[in-house]
T-cell receptor, first 113, second 109 residues
C-alpha cells in the first residue's frame, strides 16, 4: 500500500441497508477524516479522528458513525442508508498540527436508491 | 457562520495567466490551503499560506491578506492539464478545514 486507499470504489445500495466504507493509510498519520462531496457544495466534514482511540463529529455527522481502533484504519458506517446520503465520500489523513496538508484517498461513489 | 466564497467557474486561454479569488469568514484562522481536483479524482495539495504575502511555487503562486479575509491563486503559463477545480480551504480555530465549493477552471487552446 502506498498512501491512502478506500474501498469500495463505487457502490449502489438499497435504502435501509447498512454499509461500511473502508479507509486505510500507511503513512502513520495521527489524524484521519471523512468528507462527503456533493455537486455545488464544498467538501463537508462528517467525522474525524485526531489519534487512534478518539473520534469527533464534523459538520454533517447524522446517520454516520466511525471507529479508530488503530492508526491505519478509519471505517465509516452508514447504519441505515437514505437517498440523501448519495454522494462521493473521501477519506483523508494528515499529521497533527496546523500546517499539515491532508492527503486524500481516491474516493467512494455511493448511490442510495 | 463560516463561509468561503470563490467563483463557480472561470475560463482562460492556454499560455495565459489566471487569478482565482477566495474570500472567507471563519471562526479563527490557522492558515489557508489551495487544492487542485481533476474531474473524478481526489483533491491534491497545492499551497499553504498563514502569513500575509505571496508564496511562489513554480507556475503557481498564492497570496493571502488576513485583514481582508482574502486570498488568490495565480496560475501562469497555463497548460491544458491545468483544467481542474481549485478548492480554497481555511483552517479554523478548531484546526478543522472549512472548504469552498471550488472554482472550475476551463482552459481553451
Amino acid at each position: 500500500i502506498a498512501g491512502i486507499t478506500q474501498a469500495p470504489t463505487s457502490q449502489i445500495l438499497a435504502a435501509g441497508r447498512r454499509m461500511t466504507l473502508r479507509c486505510t493509510q500507511d503513512m502513520r498519520h495521527n489524524a484521519m477524516y471523512w468528507y462527503r462531496q456533493d455537486l455545488g457544495l464544498g467538501l463537508r466534514l462528517i467525522h474525524y479522528s485526531n489519534t487512534a482511540g478518539t473520534t469527533g463529529k464534523g459538520e454533517v455527522p447524522d446517520g454516520y458513525s466511525v471507529s479508530r481502533a488503530n492508526t491505519d484504519d478509519f471505517p465509516l458506517t452508514l447504519a441505515s442508508a437514505v437517498p440523501s446520503q448519495t454522494s462521493v465520500y473521501f477519506c483523508a489523513s494528515s499529521d497533527s498540527g496546523s500546517y499539515n496538508e491532508q492527503f486524500f484517498g481516491p474516493g467512494t461513489r455511493l448511490t442510495v436508491l | 457562520g463560516q463561509n468561503i466564497d470563490q467563483p463557480t467557474e472561470m475560463t482562460a486561454t492556454e499560455g495565459a495567466i489566471v487569478q482565482i479569488n477566495c474570500t472567507y469568514q471563519t471562526s479563527g484562522f490557522n492558515g489557508l490551503f489551495w487544492y487542485q481536483q481533476h474531474a473524478g479524482e481526489a483533491p491534491t495539495f497545492l499551497s499553504y499560506n498563514v502569513l500575509d504575502g505571496l508564496e511562489e511555487k513554480g507556475r503557481f503562486s498564492s497570496f493571502l491578506s488576513r485583514s481582508k479575509g482574502y486570498s488568490y491563486l495565480l496560475l501562469k503559463e497555463l497548460q491544458m492539464k491545468d483544467s481542474a477545480s481549485y478548492l480554497c480551504a481555511v483552517m479554523d480555530s478548531n484546526y478543522q478545514l472549512i472548504w469552498g465549493a471550488g472554482t472550475k477552471l476551463i482552459i481553451k487552446p
